[in-house]
């Protein structure tokens, strides 16, 4: 092997990906515009809870289809003073042309392992979420601009809290979005951003 091939190998590499990639069809470039650089800001309910609706953040970098129904996700979770960028693989099946996010038992850095159904429509998100002993509903907006951002007061409560950071009567652990034992406390917000 010669010293230039490693060069080859490597300018090529952008254009294999970029040939490997599937097309899109209408509905599914659609659903890559409206969630690449999104921000989805909205609420949460606890199965079991008397609480109001607590706030949520997701911030999705960009999307990409992978192939047939599944898509990455470039999300940045920040928990507390951490913050990183993963690439999340999920199921997307579609309702003519509503398409919903699915995962079932997925291992999530940082937060524990979940299972959700969530539809996207238009500019609106709605669907249900679970952990290991504890779940509820999700619903929200899908925004752009920052200021566009900033979570409407009927939202949900104010403050900083997790997905159970404190126990719901006849819930699990209570800790929230994490089966690894964390709790939201002052600063531990889980934002899901990208």
Not at 102 to 130: D, E, F
Request: include cysteine; proline fraction near 5%.
């Amino acid at each position: 092997m010669n010293l230039l091939t490693p060069l080859v190998v490597a300018s090529l590499l952008p254009v294999l990906a970029q040939a490997q990639r599937p097309e899109l069809n209408e509905r599914e470039a659609a659903f890559v515009k409206l969630m690449s650089g999104c921000k989805m800001v909205g609420s949460f309910t606890m199965r079991g809870s008397k609480r109001a609706p607590q706030q949520e953040s997701y911030t999705i970098a960009k999307i990409e289809k992978v192939r047939a129904d599944r898509w990455r996700f470039f999300a940045k979770i920040e928990y507390g003073k951490t913050s990183v960028t993963v690439p999340l693989v999920v199921q997307v099946e579609w309702a003519g042309d509503t398409p919903m996010i699915q995962v079932t038992g997925m291992k999530i850095p940082m937060l524990g392992t979940y299972t959700a159904r969530v539809l996207i429509y238009r500019n609106h998100y709605a669907g249900m979420w679970a952990g290991k002993d504890y779940g509820g509903h999700m619903f929200g907006m899908i925004v752009r601009d920052k200021a566009d951002a900033a979570v409407p007061k009927d939202a949900g409560q104010k403050g900083n809290q997790e997905r159970g950071d404190k126990k719901a009567p006849g819930q699990g652990s209570g800790q929230g979005k994490s089966d690894q034992g964390k709790s939201a406390g002052n600063g531990g917000k889980v934002v899901i951003r990208g």
